[in-house]
Structures are given as C-alpha cells and as structure tokens.
C-alpha cells in the first residue's frame, strides 16, 4: 500500500514506530474524555418513584413460581444504554434498580439467587436489561445518595 493511501494516522506509526503507543493512548483519552463531557451533560432527572415496588413487580411477573420469590434489593444508578447498530444507533438514558431474586425450583427447593437488572426508561417504560448489564451495553454511571421507596 501506497503511503498516500494510508489514513494519517498508519502512515505516522509507520514512519515512526515509536509514536505507535503515545498516539493511540491520546486517541482513547480523548474519546473517554468527550463521552464523560457528554455523559455529565445529560439530565437523567429524578430517580423513579416507587423503583424497588415498581421493578420487583415487573420482575417477579415474568416467573413460574412469582408466590415464592425472595427479593433483595442492590443498588438504584444512573444508567446509559448503548442499543448498537441493531436499533438505529440510538443512546438510551435511564435508571437501573439491581436486586436478587430467589424462587423455589419444581421439587419445592429454593434455588440460589439470581441477580437482575431492571431499567427505567425515558419514556416510562421498564426492561430487563441484566444480559446486557453483563456485556457491556448497559453502563451504570453513578449511584444516587438516597434511594427512593
């Protein structure tokens, strides 16, 4: 490949191997440095009323056993939802309240807690955000002093 045809960037750590590290380093800072800009200039608004009632009872609907759930509740955080190519590109803003879940298994037995992750949407809306918590997609940004009923 021509030197020409190489973005500015290649052709520098090409030229100059030393570079290769310095530059890419900057390049992450400064990504890192706009997201958070970005990030602190978002208004989340208040926490959602009611979070722990209103995410306990969206998750235990979708359990076979709903009677027998045990619910502990972690923390309630600011979150930002990075929906990725697969839905427009689109940055969602919202709210997380973890909690742990421990339901009795087929054979009466109580089975070992399970964590999730339930998000407050913008819009009103709720989801269960937990795999997404795990891969990344879901980032919990910061944890509020207080957390609402």
Same mark, same amino acid.
């Given at each position: 490949?021509?030197?020409?045809?190489?973005?500015?960037?290649?052709?520098?750590?090409?030229?100059?191997?030393?570079?290769?590290?310095?530059?890419?380093?900057?390049?992450?800072?400064? !990504?890192?440095?706009?997201?958070?800009?970005?990030?602190?200039?978002?208004?989340?608004?208040?926490?959602?009323?009611?979070?722990?009632?209103?995410?306990?009872?969206?998750?235990?609907?979708?359990? &076979?056993?709903?009677?027998?759930?045990?619910?502990?509740?972690?923390?309630?955080?600011?979150?930002?939802?990075?929906?990725?190519?697969?839905?427009?590109?689109?940055?969602?803003? !919202?709210?997380?309240?973890?909690?742990?879940?421990?339901?009795?298994?087929?054979?009466?037995?109580?089975?070992?807690?399970?964590?999730?992750?339930?998000?407050?949407?913008?819009?009103?809306?709720?989801? &269960?955000?937990?795999?997404?918590?795990?891969?990344?997609?879901?980032?919990?940004?910061?944890?509020?002093?207080?957390?609402?009923?």
């Amino acid at each position: 490949m021509k030197p020409s045809c190489l973005p500015p960037l290649a052709f520098l750590t090409l030229a100059f191997p030393a570079l290769a590290f310095p530059a890419l380093a900057l390049l992450v800072l400064a !990504g890192c440095a706009s997201a958070s800009k970005s990030l602190s200039r978002h208004d989340f608004g208040p926490p959602p009323e009611k979070a722990r009632e209103r995410a306990r009872s969206f998750a235990i609907s979708t359990l &076979n056993t709903p009677e027998s759930a045990i619910v502990e509740f972690g923390d309630l955080a600011k979150a930002v939802m990075e929906a990725g190519r697969y839905r427009g590109e689109k940055t969602y803003y !919202g709210w997380v309240q973890s909690l742990s879940i421990a339901v009795k298994n087929e054979h009466g037995e109580r089975a070992a807690p399970k964590r999730w992750h339930i998000m407050f949407f913008e819009d009103g809306t709720l989801g &269960n955000v937990t795999d997404m918590v795990a891969s990344g997609m879901v980032k919990k940004i910061a944890v509020p002093a207080a957390r609402p009923g």
